[in-house]
């Protein structure tokens, strides 16, 4: 039985492209990104796909590309105005990723997409698989392709037993991604076909191995390893935190907001100000912590209330209980406003249309549909 990439002969090759064009006529989705040769249209749809399901992220690419019909449109748009657009599609550093790419393009490829490898690598938030896919779909170059469909696929198809995310199974995965690729034209079709067999046949759990067109060239399939190819990864591990957020009224009932800062969670987006309070051990004590940090960071005292709501959300590694507080300005203490601290004081409808953090905007969703129990 073949077990590496080695095992895999010009003719099984041959056979696989032959299997999963066919396939891939008669079966892949009419996906709007797929009807077009648009480099800049396809990195967008690549980079609002990356841990976005395809249903979430149709409507939003027909949005982004009204908004934004072009690179030169992306790249002179307000940062604010891409959050808006992203809002909902999480993982803000892509929109903002994206917004940086586009001035690259205009001031250095005179806002003509790139199309070579190296270029198009270069620019920020564009890994070793996503320029090979924009240049694979949009001008048919041969670039291997590896990403999540493609590596279980490829995996099973190697019987790879290495852990998929090893400095070796990457190797073979990426290896085996380009022998797959014709010498010729056609690239882009067998690399849109095997992800879409990927995705739609060689499912996580239960793949659906009795339909897939390549169950005939998988060593896994025949030694019935679908449950255990690929390597299950390692458990991830969290680390737990309590944040809280302070929900600060004015007299003319606005909101206090703060913009993100570059090195922090969401950087560009708004948020209520938030504070670490992991350390502390009593809601006294993580009261009292909050608005220490708030003056040190805003140069205001505050009086802060009672807790009107909690939340629990996920970060990279981390899993956070955010508390929500009521807080007012201390109007007794004369201060400052730290003028390095982007703040802005806003209305419902202002802040209903802010970019915020996504947990920022759960807390918000909460607050506005119980104000007149709480702030």
Same mark, same amino acid.
């Given at each position: 039985m073949r077990d590496e990439i080695e095992f895999w002969s010009t003719g099984d090759l041959t056979r696989l492209?032959?299997?999963?064009?066919?396939?891939?006529?008669? @079966?892949? &989705?009419?996906?709007?990104w &797929?009807?077009?040769?648009?480099?800049?249209?396809?990195w967008v749809s690549e980079i609002m796909l990356q841990q976005t399901q395809v249903a979430t992220v149709i409507p939003y690419f027909h949005r982004f590309l009204e908004s934004f019909p072009n690179v030169?449109?992306?790249a002179t748009a307000a940062l604010d105005d891409v959050y808006r657009l992203w809002a909902g599609l999480g993982y803000y550093r892509r929109a903002r990723q994206m917004h940086e790419a586009a001035k690259v393009v205009k001031e250095e490829h005179a806002g003509v997409f790139p199309t070579d490898f190296q270029n198009v690598h270069g620019l920020p938030g564009i890994g070793r698989y996503?320029?090979?896919?924009?240049?694979s779909f949009s001008v048919d170059q041969r670039q291997p392709i590896v990403e999540a469909n493609t590596q279980r696929l490829y995996a099973r198809l190697l019987h790879l037993k290495q852990e998929t995310s090893s400095k070796a199974g990457q190797a073979h995965l990426w290896s085996f991604a380009e022998q797959v690729l014709p010498k010729r034209k056609g690239s882009g079709s067998i690399n849109q076909a095997l992800m879409e067999i990927g995705s739609q046949v060689c499912l996580p759990k239960n793949p659906l191995c009795l339909i897939c067109p390549l169950s005939d060239l998988c060593p896994t399939f025949k030694s019935g390893s679908q449950a255990t190819i690929p390597v299950p990864k390692r458990p991830k591990e969290f680390t737990d935190l309590r944040e809280v957020a302070l929900v600060?009224?004015?007299k003319k009932g606005r909101i206090l907001?703060?913009?993100?800062?570059?090195?922090?969670? *969401?950087a560009g987006l708004w948020d209520f100000p938030r504070f670490d309070v992991t350390p502390c051990r009593t809601a006294a004590s993580e009261a009292a912590h909050a608005a220490t940090q708030f003056r040190a960071r805003f140069g205001q005292s505050i009086l802060i209330g009672r807790k009107i709501h909690e939340l629990k959300h996920s970060v990279t590694r981390y899993r956070i209980l955010l508390q929500g507080y009521e807080a007012e300005i201390d109007s007794s203490a004369r201060a400052r406003w730290n003028v390095d601290v982007e703040t802005v004081?806003?209305?419902a409808e202002e802040l209903s249309s802010l970019a915020l953090s996504s947990s920022g905007k759960?807390?918000?969703? *909460?607050?506005?549909? @119980?104000?007149g129990d709480s702030v």
């Open positions: 492209r032959k299997l999963a064009t066919k396939w891939f006529s008669e @079966n892949g &989705r009419n996906l709007p &797929r009807l077009t040769s648009d480099p800049y249209a396809i030169v449109t992306l996503t320029a090979g896919a924009i240049l600060i009224q004015d907001m703060r913009r993100c800062a570059a090195e922090e969670r *969401w004081w806003s209305d759960r807390l918000w969703n *909460w607050v506005s549909r @119980n104000r």
